[in-house]
């Protein structure tokens, strides 16, 4: 099966700059849909961005700040975050699934990562 690793998270001010990498291991394919989604105390989990082969998607808050990337060569998604803001504070998750469609909805996704926390100090 598949498992996702996240790694990255920590302590920024706010406009500063993050990166967050997603490590796949198992039976993942290029093909597979790589997502992000973060989650606020209290709150659902909610769709940050995603990736199929080369075309991204991202939601509106994070849109023109937040970049996702791929390294196929080492099963590797990457969220880049830049001009960060403390709203952004959130535990982040890498998901993917196989089914091909660029999900947007948390249920759509097979698997997850344990999550890393981001925190934007003001």
């Known amino acids: 099966q598949v498992q996702l690793v996240e790694s990255g998270g920590g302590l920024v001010q706010a406009g500063g700059s993050l990166r967050l990498s997603c490590a796949a291991s198992?039976?993942?394919?290029?093909?597979?849909?790589m997502a992000w989604f973060r989650q606020f105390p209290g709150k659902e989990r909610e769709f940050v961005g995603s990736?199929?082969?080369?075309?991204?998607y991202y939601a509106d808050s994070v849109k023109g700040r937040f970049t996702i990337s791929r390294d196929s060569a080492k099963n590797t998604v990457y969220l880049q975050m830049n001009s960060l803001k403390p709203e952004d504070t959130a535990v982040y998750y890498c998901?993917?699934?196989?089914?091909?469609?660029?999900?947007?909805?948390?249920?759509?996704?097979?698997?997850w990562g344990q999550g890393t926390q981001v925190t934007v100090s003001s």
């Open positions: 990736i199929k082969w080369g075309s991204t």
């Open positions: 998901a993917s699934d196989s089914r091909g469609t660029i999900w947007s909805g948390r249920s759509d996704y097979e698997y």
């Open positions: 198992g039976r993942i394919f290029s093909g597979y849909v």
